[in-house]
């Protein structure tokens, strides 16, 4: 077998990394990651990791994906009205502008910390 970072990454018996590893993309069929699950609405359901992903980088540590078995996954569970409403007011905390207390329509940016119309308030009236 060859040397390059790919064959570095395969290792099915996980004899070097303690659970079965595969190179990005080459997954068996019957795992999937966390995101792969979710779109097929399931979720790991407590069950342990059954394998990896790695993807090597230049100079970095590998990318590391973890696989769960799909026949072993649970279904999502639903959302309640409780949770809903939860969701709801954070989502409105992530829009209220906390300088003036208005919901500014959006989230507020993390680089300003306030509504556009309070971090520039010169712009607002030279635009009228």
């Known amino acids: 077998m060859g040397t390059g970072p790919i064959f570095r990454c395969f290792d099915p018996t996980g004899t070097t990394y303690g ?15 966390r995101r792969q699950l979710r779109a097929l609405g399931l979720r790991p359901g407590g069950q342990p990791v059954a394998a990896q992903l790695l ?16 026949d072993r996954a649970k279904p999502v569970r639903p ?3 409780r ?3 939860a969701l709801a007011l954070a ?22 910390g306030m509504c556009v119309r309070c971090a520039y308030p010169a712009e607002r009236h030279s635009a009228a």
């Open 55 to 70: 993807r090597p980088r230049y100079r970095r540590e590998p990318l590391v994906a973890y696989l769960y078995r799909i």
């Open 19 to 33: 659970i079965p590893t595969y190179p990005w993309r080459y997954a068996p069929d019957g795992l999937a990651t």
């Open 91 to 112: 989502m409105l905390a992530r829009r209220t502008c906390p300088q003036c207390r208005t919901d500014a329509g959006y989230v507020i940016p993390a680089s300003l």
């Open 83 to 85: 949770k809903w409403g």
């Open 79 to 81: 959302m309640t009205s």
